[in-house]
């Protein structure tokens, strides 16, 4: 099984943008689809974007025309761009497969804070 290493998270502003990234510990060409979650604290987790291997996507209304999810399977990583931050976006990302999420198989994420 593909695991996977989150990183890129931070502490920013309102209105703010980061780009997280979560190379794979193989290759993802073979991956059909990648998602990005997150889980805000005293919540349950969440979806937010995911990624096909056709590179189509999807998102949570939320965060849409906001954050922008892509692929680079020479690279095998997958990217989440976040615009327009804000306080409610705060949360520990995991990037994750249908695959790991059904067997409850998770990274240890990178936190993201977004201060008022």
């Known amino acids: 099984q593909v695991q996977f290493v989150e990183s890129g998270g931070g502490l920013v502003q309102a209105g703010g943008s980061l780009r997280l990234s979560c190379a794979a510990s193989?290759?993802?060409?073979?991956?059909?689809?990648i998602g990005w979650y997150r889980q805000a604290p005293g919540k349950q987790r969440e979806s937010v974007a995911f990624?096909?291997?056709?590179?189509?996507?999807n998102y949570v209304d939320s965060v849409k025309g906001r954050f922008t999810i892509s692929r680079d399977n020479a690279k095998n990583t997958v990217y989440l761009q976040m615009n327009s931050l804000k306080p409610e976006d705060t949360a520990v990302y995991y990037c994750?497969?249908?695959?790991?999420?059904?067997?409850?198989?998770w990274g240890k994420g990178t936190l993201v804070t977004v201060s008022s």
């Open positions: 994750n497969t249908p695959s790991n999420v059904a067997k409850d198989n």
């Open positions: 193989g290759s993802t060409s073979s991956i059909a689809t």
């Open positions: 990624i096909s291997g056709g590179a189509f996507t």
